[in-house]
């Protein structure tokens, strides 16, 4: 089994993706590598960002990694939250970022967003990104419990239930996160032996 590191400590996304990767490859969090950096995101785009994180761990722990930067963006806010999704309001708690969309959202008939993410895969020095979206509309009011983030106010696009109210199972085939790793899994079979 191959081991890769994931640079987040965020077990939502550990599980979301070690889920989504099989037992090709073991995930390693930052905490088990012995990185306990606040990583630097200075970028303003999901790949500068993502990229940053994944040149971090490599150049200081010589390890294959990969870092991921999403975000939700809403059309009629002008693409925002975007790279600012996780401190929105202004910290890293979800329900206040959550609340401040919902609250730039009333009146407006206009609610196409889409969840956006891309991935920095850091593989024997060399990098490659994969890219995943999906479309859909933000809700009026909160739906389902599941989930992290945005996702009980997140519809996906040809479905009548948020990624809150899905299983895990679900969101992972459908989600933004789910299709960039996929895409990363592929590459990774393509290029990786047993």
Do not use: W
């Not at 940053?52 to 990969?66: A, D, G, P, T, V």
């Not at 850091?122 to 909160?142: A, D, M, P, R, Y």
């Amino acid at each position: 089994m191959q081991t890769l590191v994931f640079s987040t400590n965020n077990k939502h996304k550990l599980e979301e993706v070690q889920a989504l990767v099989g037992d090709k490859f073991q995930l390693m969090t930052l905490e088990e590598i012995g990185c306990f950096d606040d990583i630097p995101e200075t970028g303003i785009t999901f790949e500068a960002n993502a990229s940053q994180k994944s040149h971090y761990i490599y150049e200081r722990f010589q390890l294959n990694c990969f870092s991921d930067d999403s975000g939700l963006e809403v059309d009629v806010l002008n693409k925002e939250p975007g790279v600012f999704s996780a401190h929105y309001s202004g910290s890293r708690d979800s329900e206040e970022n959550l609340q401040l969309v919902l609250k730039k959202m009333e009146g407006k008939e206009e609610r196409s967003a889409r969840f956006r993410c891309v991935i920095s895969l850091i593989l024997n020095g060399q990098e490659h990104f994969f890219e995943g979206s999906v479309e859909g509309e933000i809700t009026q009011i909160k739906g389902g419990s599941a989930g992290f983030g945005y996702d009980p106010i997140f519809k996906p696009a040809g479905y009548d239930r948020t990624f809150s109210e899905m299983s895990s199972e679900e969101k992972n085939n459908i989600s933004h996160r789910g299709i960039a790793i996929q895409k990363m899994v592929e590459f990774l079979n393509s290029v990786t032996k047993d």
